[in-house]
């Protein structure tokens, strides 16, 4: 059995500016995302798709994510809080953001820069979804670095040698999720992708964005049997939690992509 370390979440102080890990994670994803996604776009060249098109859609993301993440949480997962005090919405240095709602700002982004740029929403989006693991990579782990988004109970630590007390939530042995969440949707649907990416033959329109899809639908759902869950749902006598309801709607458009690309659309070069 471990004891998490206590890692300080303020990175850098400057003054009273606190720069804080679950910030720099933030950055970093971007950053290194938009790096990779113009190679992609090199690699795999669409219509009216450049690097540069990739680089004027960064600050569309940046909004996005931002904006869907926060009103994501804020719907999702603390609908009480904002009815009671509205300007909480806004006050996004106390924390607070969901995976789900950013996908969906990213996908509005997304939808109105294509029109906008005349570029088709898959070909955009194909270039996007496969940096988004290397973001969720640092966000877990910034996670981790905070202390939040705890997993459950381990009843048997012998069975579980990694578990870990977080002891500033009680003193109970817990799976360290926030890892788990870094390795299976950060590394492995990363590599997936990757995969894809680097083959050719299996980057036809709208399968990229399927398998992110249904691939971070799979994940996610795995990770949250050991992940505390902060709400849960009574379906048929089973019990749902929120990440797992909200993964539903994305794996049945990750099947629907990949329906579109494997059905109606040929292989690109």
Known sequence: MLIYPGFDPIALQLGPVAVRWYGLAYVAGMLGGLWYSKKIAVWHKAKNLTPDTLENFFIWAVIGIVAGGRLGYALFYGLDHLLRDPLWLLRVWEGGMSFHGGAAGVIAAILIFAHHYKVHPADLADRIVPVVPLGLFFGRIANFINGELWGRHVPNPDAVPWAMVFPAVDPLPRHPSQLYEAGLEGIILGLLLWF?????????????????????????????????????????????????????????????CLYLGYAHTPTRK
């Open 196 to 256: 894809i990416v680097r083959k050719g033959h299996a980057f036809r329109r709208w399968v990229p964005s399927g398998v992110f899809l249904l691939g971070y639908a799979a994940t996610r759902t795995l990770a949250e049997f050991f992940r505390e869950p902060e709400i849960t749902h009574n379906v048929l006598g089973l019990s749902i939690t929120q990440g797992q309801t909200l993964s539903l709607p994305l794996a049945l458009g990750g099947l629907l």
